[in-house]
T-cell receptor, first 112, second 117 residues
Framework: GNSVTQMEGPVTLSEEAFLTINCTYT??????LFWYVQYPGEGLQLLLK?????DKGSNKGFEATYRKETTSFHLEKGSVQVSDSAVYFC???????????FGAGTILRVKS | GAGVSQTPSNKVTEKGKYVELRCDPI?????LYWYRQSLGQGPEFLIY????????DSGLPNDRFFAVRPEGSVSTLKIQRTERGDSAVYLC???????????????FGEGSRLTVL
């Protein structure tokens, strides 16, 4: 079945450091890939997405590229801020388009 | 508010009790989803409604779990004979129509945290 594996956290960085959170997936067909973010006290929200191979999703300085050859969708940001502290989830959509499969989540802590 | 609303935000119950969790989706959203997030894990799909009907309930773990959406808006997740392993955050999401998981157009509530003692 479909699955997502992402790097374990917590990841602790200083402000303005470079961020990478690794995500790899196993899927049948051609899923869409997503990064969702959960800020403290808030619901999950979509951060960025890519719907086909080689697409790059980007938002708020974050970006991720859909790499079919390595089945990866790593999240990167060039310079993190304290306000980026949150839990980040990598996810893919199932064939029906009505079901998301999530990774376990990675806690990011950014210190000033 | 305009977002997905879930009540209660926290529920503590004893093993063996019955629990209901409510989800009020965004107005006009016809699709509604329930997910369960256990500690240290990502959300896991439970059930998906399109309108009043459960279009996919393949994620419900056993027959103690049941969900309804009688008027195609508010949904209730019902858990009978709760067990300690049911402790988790139950998330609800809604979208304008079917197939929106592919486009990321799912809007999540803040969740209901269930603790079974």
């Amino acid at each position: 079945g479909n699955s997502v594996t992402q790097m374990e956290g917590p990841v602790t960085l200083s402000e303005e450091a470079f961020l990478t959170i690794n995500c790899t997936y196993t899927a049948t067909g051609y899923p869409s890939l997503f990064w969702y973010v959960q800020y403290p006290g808030e619901g999950l929200q979509l951060l960025l997405k890519a719907t086909k191979a080689d697409d790059k999703g980007s938002n708020k300085g974050f970006e991720a590229t859909y790499r079919k050859e390595t089945t990866s969708f790593h999240l990167e940001k060039g310079s993190v801020q304290v306000s980026d502290s949150a839990v980040y989830f990598c996810a893919l959509s199932g064939d029906s388009g009505n079901k998301l499969v999530f990774g376990a989540g990675t806690i990011l802590r950014v210190k000033s | 508010g305009a977002g997905v609303s879930q009540t209660p935000s926290n529920k503590v119950t004893e093993k063996g009790k019955y629990v209901e969790l409510r989800c009020d989706p965004i107005s006009g959203h016809t699709a509604l989803y329930w997910y369960r997030q256990s500690l240290g894990q990502g959300p896991e799909f439970l059930i998906y409604f399109q309108g009043t009907g459960a279009a996919d309930d393949s994620g419900l773990p056993n027959d103690r779990f049941f969900a309804v959406r009688p008027e195609g808006s508010v949904s209730t997740l019902k858990i009978q004979r709760t067990e300690r392993g049911d402790s988790a955050v139950y998330l609800c999401a809604s979208s304008m129509g079917p197939g929106r998981a592919n486009t990321g157009e799912l809007f999540f509530g803040e969740g209901s945290r269930l603790t079974v003692l």
